[in-house]
């Protein structure tokens, strides 16, 4: 099973930027999708966005406009590039990759925007 790796959390002031990073321990390129998602303290884990294997995207409507996923399946690699934070962004972030009716998490990566 692959493992995943989130990379790239921080303090960052509203309005700013930052580019999360999932390093996979195997080939992401057969991966049924992977994406992002987060919790934020006393509420669910929410979907943040997915990409499937044939590239099609999918963002929650609150990051829209705001945040991008890609990959780079040479590194085995999915990003997150998150830009015009907001205080409400806060959250970890986890890193998912499905394939075969089998679903990874990463450990996660923190993400807080604060003055």
């Known amino acids: 099973q692959v493992q995943l790796v989130e990379s790239g959390g921080g303090l960052v002031q509203p309005g700013g930027s930052l580019r999360l990073s999932c390093a996979a321990s195997?080939?992401?390129?057969?991966?049924?999708?992977m994406g992002w998602y987060r919790q934020a303290p006393g509420k669910q884990r929410e979907l943040v966005a997915i990409m499937v294997s044939g590239g099609m995207t999918k963002y929650a409507d609150s990051v829209k406009g705001r945040f991008t996923i890609s990959r780079d399946n040479a590194k085995n690699t999915v990003y997150l590039q998150m830009n015009s934070l907001k205080s409400e962004d806060t959250a970890v972030y986890y890193c998912?990759?499905?394939?075969?009716?089998?679903?990874?998490w990463g450990q996660g990566t923190q993400v807080t925007v604060s003055s």
């Open positions: 998912t990759a499905f394939r075969a009716g089998s679903t990874t």
């Open positions: 195997g080939s992401i390129f057969s991966m049924n999708y």
